[in-house]
């Protein structure tokens, strides 16, 4: 017999009840705000809307279905199952902190501050739940396949991302490293920099759009839906043992790019989220590429 599905709703928590937690009362949020020349009631005003749009997802699952919630910080430890619908309730990069952990479940994006949000990932309002969720398990709903990034260590640690990979030092260091495409007989190119970025079509909109923009790049952006990637390395220095030939490219289908750390240590996390990264140390070897598995986008 099967399970029904099960509402999983993605939240973070609010401007409003971080400020609580640092000051205690409201009386005292309001009061460092104020010696701030800002006011509370903007920060107060997004997070009554925020519990708005959680009670009315909520009253909109099926009383068939399971619910569950879960927040931001907890997603790492957070066990998603194969017949959830996940529901994300916030912003759009809420919907990418979510993606690196589903594994093809369908996920709706609720836009709890339109006008605020871009709502380029949360495209729809909080009226729309009921419909969207019974569109997400119904035979032939429509849905964006969005294209992610993966890191795969030697060591077999895997980490995906939606937007884009990062690798480089965990501080403000140089980072030292090998870098070619997957494959390569040689050993790669020494290089020496900030570090390399790899993104998605989804990425497109961000990060990788400003360092495309800063180098002049004449690739095109990939859209979010594309089976393709663009890379760029940060700042490589020129020295007589680093290079810097190998500094930007595209990856396809079935296309890696190998990084052989020769530092002592190096990290890698997707979409910012630094606090669920991999660690990398000397000799230690790292392939990205286009993932196997895509964001299942409810439209």
Known sequence: MSLAPRAVLVHRRTEYEELLARHGTHGQAAFFLSSRGRSIDEVHGRHERTLHALRQVAAAVPLTWRSSRVER????RFLFAPEDVVVVIGQDGLVANTAKYLHGQPVVGIDTDPGRNPGVLVRHRCADAAA??????????????????EAV???TQRLLALNEIYLGSPGHQTARYRLGPDGDTGPGEAQASSGV???TGTGATGWLRSLWQERGSRAEL????DRRLLWFVREAWPSPTTGTTKVAGELGHGQRLQLTVESER???FGDGMEGDALELTWGQSVRLGIAGTSLHLVT
Do not use: F, I, W
């Open 222 to 225: 990939p859209a979010p839906c």
């Open 132 to 149: 969207l969720l019974r569109a997400a398990t119904a035979a032939g709903g429509t849905a964006d396949e969005l294209t992610m990034v």
């Open 197 to 199: 970025l790899v993104g």
């Open 153 to 155: 260590a030697d060591d």
């Open 266 to 268: 190096m990290v890698v």
């Open 73 to 76: 910080a907890d997603l790492d």
